[in-house]
């Protein structure tokens, strides 16, 4: 079993900067990506960026490819979306999610965490 665990986030302000953590553990061997995903209110969960399990490979969504940056850290277990310039319609709730295969698709990931919340208002 995989265990997921995100933490990092919070209130902003628009322009703002926040760096969510997914701490990893459990029975891991056969993850071969972690992804961040979110999901608003009414909406659908809607992938925002990929990695491999090593950090190798990395993906973006469009609509935030240039502000952030998803990372891993394998010493300590970690994967981090890193995102700037934050805009009000980031607010979401953000999860951190485990898988085999390298997919946009959400239903493709096995493993997920609770979610850490992000919200971004004046």
């Known amino acids: 079993q995989v265990y997921l665990k995100e933490s990092g986030g919070g209130s902003v302000q628009p322009g703002g900067s926040l760096r969510l953590s997914c701490k990893v553990s459990?029975?891991?061997?056969?993850?071969?990506?972690f992804g961040w995903f979110r999901q608003a209110p009414g909406k659908t969960r809607d992938t925002v960026a990929l990695v491999s399990s090593l950090g190798g490979h990395v993906w973006h969504a469009g609509s935030v490819e240039d502000r952030s940056t998803i990372s891993v850290d394998t010493a300590d277990d970690l994967v981090y979306l890193q995102m700037t310039n934050l805009k009000v319609e980031d607010t979401a709730m953000y999860f951190c999610?485990?898988?085999?295969?390298?997919?946009?698709?959400?239903?493709?990931?096995?493993?997920w965490g609770q979610g850490t919340q992000v919200t971004v208002s004046s």
């Open positions: 999610a485990a898988g085999r295969l390298f997919s946009i698709n959400p239903k493709d990931f096995t493993h």
């Open positions: 459990g029975d891991y061997g056969s993850v071969n990506y």
